[in-house]
């Protein structure tokens, strides 16, 4: 078992950053990707960003040049920093760990920017 547990929401004015930060604990494996996820109001959950066990990242659209996913394998967290927000970027931001046939999530952190 993994568990994950997500910080760094909450609420910023539209053009403001925040960091988040998913620190991950159990059954660790270095060939695990990570990501984020995010669930707007209505919407459905969508990859925001992943970065693979060797580091390779890819971005949803919407997000690209504005966010920045990293790792830290020795400390198992993996972190997203959020710049130039936008309102539609509010959302509950959901970590996420893969493996092969597995999928850990956290609870989630929420994120609101104010326009």
């Known amino acids: 078992q993994v568990q994950l547990v997500e910080s760094g929401g909450g609420l910023v004015q539209a053009g403001g950053s925040l960091r988040l930060s998913c620190a991950a604990s159990?059954?660790?494996?270095?060939?695990?990707?990570m990501a984020w996820y995010r669930q707007a109001p209505g919407k459905q959950r969508e990859l925001v960003a992943r970065?693979?066990?060797?580091?390779?990242?890819n971005y949803a659209d919407s997000v690209k040049g504005r966010f920045t996913v990293s790792g830290d394998n020795a400390k198992n967290t993996v972190s997203l920093q959020m710049n130039n927000l936008k309102p539609e970027d509010t959302a509950v931001y959901y970590c996420?760990?893969?493996?092969?046939?597995?999928?850990?999530w956290g609870k989630g952190t929420l994120v609101t920017v104010s326009s």
């Open positions: 970065i693979s066990s060797g580091g390779d990242t």
């Open positions: 159990g059954t660790i494996r270095t060939t695990d990707s």
């Open positions: 996420n760990r893969r493996r092969v046939g597995l999928d850990y």
